[in-house]
């Protein structure tokens, strides 16, 4: 019987699939997921859902023995719940993530850090599609915006001083560095003696000319940036699982696309938002005669049949 198990990802495709696998050889589970509504709605399988609060972690969900937490685990405590747009729209809130992005704020402040270092888990299961949630922040555009904009010779100052912001958050290589480094610390404070990666191969390991799931007939930039990401991180848990004082470290790297988390008929989400229907009034043309269409809300969400690939991630552009 294991004393306490946290399931990174728990409410995902994989980690719910691991969570119903451990939890009756488990005294106490801890699942993270990156919003409240995947964390209750993982929960609901486990009894009457109550709240809780920790004085660091803050609110909590727990239903019998399974204990639920939300945010971003590769951001700060302070940031873990902050919606992309308002992070990127706020200048002191993109300085605080490019500091955490590079690895310039105090490893003590990461919520994945906190996590550990309060649940002191004994075995922690890693089922996050790290690969993604690094390589999607899309460093290409962002380089391009830049060099775009330099290259007209615009002197605007704060055009600039953006586009570099939102440049450095997009970095992926200082952001996975920086991840182990906070699973290095934070496993090592936790007494952590097992962690088990559920990796990925960033394309399902196939080939350079077969069609991908993302609507591409070859694979782009971004997409093989995820290849990258996930091989680079393989070699980085070697690494570290030859540390001073690690615990064992193992990684499960699956070669295979998962396809789909569950199918159903309901409310067609994005970013854990219902779709507002909207209908459009008369197009209308403007001075120079380009058209301009304008949509009134009709107070109703678009519902249809469904495929949830499971897929959750934290872009920048």
Same mark, same amino acid.
């Given at each position: 019987?294991?004393?306490?198990?946290l399931?990174?990802?728990?409410?995902?495709?994989?980690?719910?699939?691991?969570?119903?696998?451990?939890?009756?050889?488990?005294?106490?589970?801890?699942?993270?997921?990156?919003?409240?509504?995947? $964390? *209750?709605?993982?929960?609901?399988?486990?009894?009457?859902?109550?709240?809780?609060?920790? *004085?660091?972690?803050?609110?909590?969900?727990?239903?019998?023995? #399974?204990?639920?937490?939300?945010? !971003? /685990?590769?951001l700060?405590?302070?940031?873990?719940?902050?919606?992309?747009?308002?992070?990127?729209?706020?200048?002191?809130?993109?300085?605080?993530? /490019?500091?955490?992005?590079?690895?310039?704020? !105090? $490893?003590?402040?990461?919520?994945?850090?906190?996590?550990?270092?309060?649940?002191?888990?004994?075995i922690v299961? !890693?089922?996050?599609?790290?690969?993604?949630?690094?390589?999607?922040?899309d460093?290409f555009?962002?380089?391009?915006?830049?060099?775009?904009?330099?290259?007209?010779?615009?002197?605007?100052?704060?055009?600039?001083?953006?586009?570099?912001?939102?440049?450095?958050?997009?970095?992926?290589?200082?952001? %996975?560095?920086?991840?182990?480094? $906070? %699973?290095?610390?934070?496993?090592?404070?936790?007494?952590?003696?097992l962690?088990?990666?559920?990796?990925?191969?960033g394309?399902?390991?196939?080939?350079?000319?077969?069609?991908?799931?993302?609507?591409?007939?070859?694979?782009?930039? #971004? %997409?093989?940036?995820?290849?990258?990401?996930?091989?680079?991180s393989?070699?980085?848990?070697? /690494?570290?699982?030859?540390?001073?004082?690690?615990?064992?470290?193992?990684?499960?790297?699956?070669?295979?696309?998962i396809?789909?988390?569950?199918?159903?008929?309901?409310?067609?989400?994005k970013?854990?938002?219902? &779709?507002? &229907?909207?209908?459009?009034?008369?197009?209308?043309l403007?001075?120079?005669?380009?058209?301009?269409?304008?949509?009134?809300?009709?107070?109703?969400?678009?519902?249809?049949?469904? &495929?949830?690939?499971?897929?959750?991630?934290?872009?920048?552009?």
């Open positions: 019987m294991f004393r306490k198990v399931i990174v990802g728990g409410t995902g495709l994989v980690g719910r699939a691991v969570l119903r696998k451990i939890y009756q050889k488990s005294r106490r589970v801890f699942i993270v997921g990156l919003r409240r509504d995947e $964390v *209750e709605e993982t929960l609901k399988e486990f009894g009457k859902i109550k709240r809780g609060r920790d *004085e660091v972690l803050g609110e909590y969900l727990y239903a019998g023995k #399974v204990f639920g937490f939300w945010g !971003d /685990i590769f700060t405590l302070s940031l873990k719940d902050k919606p992309k747009g308002e992070i990127l729209e706020d200048e002191n809130l993109r300085l605080k993530a /490019i500091e955490e992005n590079l690895g310039f704020s !105090d $490893v003590k402040e990461n919520f994945l850090y906190n996590l550990l270092v309060r649940l002191k888990p004994e299961i !890693d089922t996050v599609n790290t690969a993604t949630a690094v390589a999607y922040r460093q555009s962002a380089v391009e915006d830049v060099y775009k904009y330099i290259s007209l010779g615009d002197g605007n100052y704060e055009t600039l001083k953006e586009k570099v912001e939102n440049l450095l958050l997009s970095l992926y290589t200082p952001l %996975l560095i920086r991840h182990f480094f $906070v %699973l290095r610390e934070g496993l090592k404070r936790a007494g952590t003696r962690y088990l990666k559920v990796g990925t191969t394309t399902g390991g196939m080939g350079w000319d077969i069609p991908y799931t993302h609507g591409e007939e070859r694979p782009s930039r #971004v %997409l093989l940036s995820k290849t990258a990401m996930a091989g680079a393989s070699l980085l848990y070697v /690494i570290l699982s030859r540390a001073n004082d690690s615990p064992i470290i193992k990684e499960i790297k699956p070669a295979a696309a396809g789909w988390k569950k199918m159903g008929v309901g409310e067609i989400r970013g854990g938002t219902p &779709i507002k &229907i909207k209908k459009p009034q008369k197009v209308k403007s001075d120079g005669g380009i058209p301009i269409l304008k949509c009134d809300e009709t107070g109703e969400v678009l519902k249809t049949a469904f &495929i949830d690939t499971g897929e959750k991630r934290f872009i920048f552009p």
